[in-house]
T-cell receptor, first 117, second 114 residues
């Protein structure tokens, strides 16, 4: 079984600054995917970024980037130039690669990020 | 169209009522999911349908009954619920029921059981 741990229940950052959200995971699988999902106060959850475990290059999506340390089983999310619209709950999630998982995600407990003007 | 829609947005029901939640997507996705989410907690997976067949049932009580009439539509039938079942119910879809695919979430149905 997989576990995902987010050790920061809440974080805050000033607009335009950079913030890093932490995530660690534990698994015996060799091939898997890691995700960061964002759930704003309006509640609709959206994918922020996805990382394939066998790709060494860290994923980036505009202002969002990850630091994927496979040996350390760490997957942190860096948000640059924070904007008010980044205020949300962020979930780190794990999925085993392949057809047997049916896309069953293992979520961390979430980090509430507040961006202050 | 990259949208998952859910109706109703809010639902209040008594413990003896029967109601249904509806979820729809027109992205051609072949996997659909039901999650239950309590406030400030991560979503908990309830059911997964892959190619219109129930693939995962996370030991959900029988008072929750899922149905997938076609590849675009997912229902959750509710009967004899308990107050602790009050939560946000999220529907999601993905291209296929395989690991690694992006899941597209709907806005959810806020359910209150009195």
């Amino acid at each position: 079984a997989q576990t995902v741990t987010q050790s920061q229940p809440e974080m805050s950052v000033q607009e335009a600054e950079t913030v890093t959200l932490s995530c660690t995971y534990d698994t015996s699988e060799s091939n898997y995917y890691l995700f960061w999902y964002k759930q704003p106060p309006s509640r609709q959850m959206i994918l922020v970024i996805r990382q394939e475990a066998y790709k060494q290059q860290n994923a980036t999506e505009n202002r969002f980037s990850v630091n994927f340390q496979k040996a350390a089983k760490s997957f942190s999310l860096k948000i640059s130039d924070s904007q008010l619209g980044d205020t949300a709950m962020y979930f780190c999630a794990f999925d085993v690669a392949g057809g047997t998982s049916y896309g069953k995600l293992t979520f961390g407990q979430g980090t509430i990020l507040t961006v202050h003007p | 169209d990259t949208e998952v829609t859910q109706t109703p947005k809010h639902l209040v029901m008594g413990m003896t009522n029967k109601k249904s939640l509806k979820c729809e997507q027109h992205m051609g996705h072949r996997a659909m999911y039901w999650y239950k989410q309590k406030a400030k907690k991560p979503p908990e997976l309830m059911f997964v349908y892959s190619y219109e067949k129930l693939s995962i049932n996370e030991s959900v009580p029988s008072r929750f009954s899922p149905e997938c009439p076609n590849s675009s539509l997912l229902n959750l039938h509710l009967h004899a619920l308990q107050p602790e079942d009050s939560a946000l119910y999220l529907c999601a879809s993905s291209q296929e029921g395989r690991g690694g695919g992006e899941q597209f979430f709907g806005p959810g149905t806020r359910l209150t059981v009195l």
